[in-house]
């Protein structure tokens, strides 16, 4: 009850934010739009970016919004106050978890429909699929802002952290360059980054009619990596920042 008191609390401040659900639903459709004019004169390059940035965008959108949230709570007092109740720090953080994870799949949903409705996206596998992983990224990036906002003192900081945690997985992920042709150094450092296997799981969709096995590993490994981030996270959190 209390876990689920928690996300409702949640998601009932994040309705009352008009600029933050808006961030969340038009941001991923407006850079998708970017996307598909950018490549509308190369036959298949939309479908291939398309497809890996409807889990990217909610990665780095996720955790630059739940950065800010939680070390505002802190700054402001409110979980102080709340850690004098029963609740515990990982109802709060798990309770994090839920609300936005039913935020994400708002905003997977909506992008993922004008994807494929109306900017032509096309993928062998299921527009649901794709949803599920783009959820799932979403989540693994607000356990990674929980997890950054501990560390941080002011929001600028927070911001900080987005180099850190969040880019050097966009570097290596095989968006930019295949995996395979990375140094061995490289490669290494790219099989232990949840976000390598959250794009190798929509590459799977996008080439294959129905779910591999890789898809469903790749799929778990992620959904791992946000229990270990939230459960640091909530062995780092302190009450309140001075």
């Known amino acids: 009850m209390i876990l689920l008191h928690t996300t409702g609390r949640i998601l009932r401040q994040l309705r009352h934010d008009r600029r933050t659900v808006a961030m969340l639903v038009a941001v991923p459709t407006l850079l998708l739009t970017l996307l598909y ?45 709340l850690l004098t109740t029963p609740l515990r720090k990982t109802d709060l953080l798990f309770g994090y978890g839920l609300a936005f994870g039913v935020a994400a799949a708002v905003q997977a949903g909506f992008a993922t429909g004008l994807a494929y409705l109306l900017l032509d996206l096309d993928t062998q596998g ?20 929980l997890l950054a906002s501990a560390f941080a003192k002011t929001e600028f900081q927070a911001v900080q952290f987005m180099p850190v945690l969040a880019v050097p997985q966009l570097l290596l992920c095989g968006l930019f360059v295949p995996r395979e042709l990375m140094a061995g150094w490289l490669q290494a450092i790219s099989d232990v980054l949840p976000l390598t296997y959250a794009v190798e799981a929509l590459q799977e969709v996008g080439a294959h009619a129905e779910p591999t096995g890789t898809m469903w590993r790749d799929f778990a490994i992620v959904a791992g990596a946000v229990v270990v981030a939230l459960v640091a996270a909530a062995g780092t959190l302190r009450r309140r920042t001075p």
Do not use: C
């Open 126 to 145: 299921a527009a649901g699929y794709v949803v599920m992983i783009a959820v799932a990224n979403a989540v693994l990036g607000m356990a990674l802002g």
């Open 37 to 81: 004019f950018m490549y509308d004169s190369q036959a298949g390059v939309f479908d291939h970016i398309a497809l890996i940035m409807l889990g990217i965008f909610p990665f780095i959108i996720m955790f630059l919004i739940t950065s800010i949230a939680m070390l505002r709570e802190r700054t402001t007092g409110t979980l102080e106050r």
